[in-house]
């Protein structure tokens, strides 16, 4: 086994950094409301189903999207 030590802050080589940014894309397109809540900073949202939501969000991300993000990282 060879060791390879990354930069400490190195997004392009970190699959999961390009999951987050797919899941946040997704949660912005698909639930417009929270966006503009944080900008506006006025509490339009029902937080109660935040967490449905959000687990609609990262269910999102697909075998292929996951494949592809680590292909994007060079690890495959």
Known sequence: MHIVYLP???PDLNPIEQAFSAIKAYFRRVYPEFARSRTTG?????????????????FYITQEHAQGFFHHSGYM
């Not at 006025?42 to 990262?58: C, E, G, W």
């Open 8 to 10: 400490p802050y190195s």
């Open 42 to 58: 006025t509490d339009t949202v029902d937080f109660i189903d935040v967490y449905q939501k959000l687990f609609d969000a990262v």
